[in-house]
């Protein structure tokens, strides 16, 4: 009875096919993964803006300051720390009562619920410098509230957007603003909807969008 088998070339051939497959099919399956967690953030970006819109429609439609000290007071997080102040995420929390949706999947650091902590987003000085409120805002679907942000070197904080901020000054937007969700980034508008936009490398226009009131 005659024995059947594969020689080694044609063994290297079907190696050789498999490698050329792996290689198209894992980028498409990178971006998929991505566009996943993409969508997922956008629904943390939505949920965090209507629950600053919530805030808004208990305090007289003023916006939420940056920082709200309490001093001599303490306050308690929802991560079980206590601070003479309060960031507007710790305003916002009662409104949203989860600390999940303050993390973007797609973002190594995680807020662990406390003042201090990597903080995987933006809030707007434009918005939250404690002077402006919702008839201060002239089109407020197509301001920006809140946005993904990083770490970001020589930044005190990357939890909001302050004016001394190349966001703020025109350098480059994606060294506050990350394009980490397939070259662009969630953003949460003045009305309370969310939207993706792409970020481009030296630009810091987003068309049809602005940051000021």
């Given at each position: 009875m005659?024995?059947?088998?594969?020689?080694?070339?044609?063994?290297?051939v079907v190696i050789a096919i498999i490698?050329?497959?792996?290689?198209i099919l894992f980028p498409?399956?990178?971006?998929a993964r991505e566009k996943a967690r993409q969508t997922s953030c956008l629904s943390n970006v939505k949920q965090i803006s209507l629950g600053i819109m919530m805030y808004v429609q208990d305090y007289d439609e003023e916006y939420p300051r940056i920082y709200r000290s309490a001093s001599p007071a303490r306050m308690t997080y929802p991560g079980g720390g206590t601070s003479t102040g309060l960031m507007w995420y710790g305003v916002i929390y009662p409104y949203v009562k989860s600390m999940q949706i303050f993390?973007?999947?797609s973002y190594n650091y995680k807020w662990n619920g406390n003042y201090t902590g990597?903080?995987?987003?933006g809030y707007s000085y434009r918005v939250g410098n404690?002077?402006?409120?919702?008839?201060d805002v002239e089109s407020p679907a197509t301001t920006i509230l809140?946005?993904?942000?990083?770490?970001?070197?020589?930044?005190?904080s990357q939890s909001y957007y302050v004016t001394t901020n190349p966001v703020m000054s025109g350098a480059d937007y994606r060294s506050v603003v990350p394009d980490r969700h397939n070259d662009g980034a969630n953003f949460g508008m003045c009305d309370g909807h969310a939207k993706w936009l792409k970020v481009q490398f030296g630009s810091h226009n987003f068309p049809g969008y602005q940051w000021d009131p």
């Open positions: 005659k024995k059947t088998g594969f020689t080694l070339i044609e063994l290297l490698a050329i497959l792996a290689a498409v399956f990178a971006k993390n973007c999947p990597k903080f995987a987003y404690g002077t402006t409120n919702m008839s809140m946005a993904d942000s990083w770490e970001t070197p020589g930044v005190s």
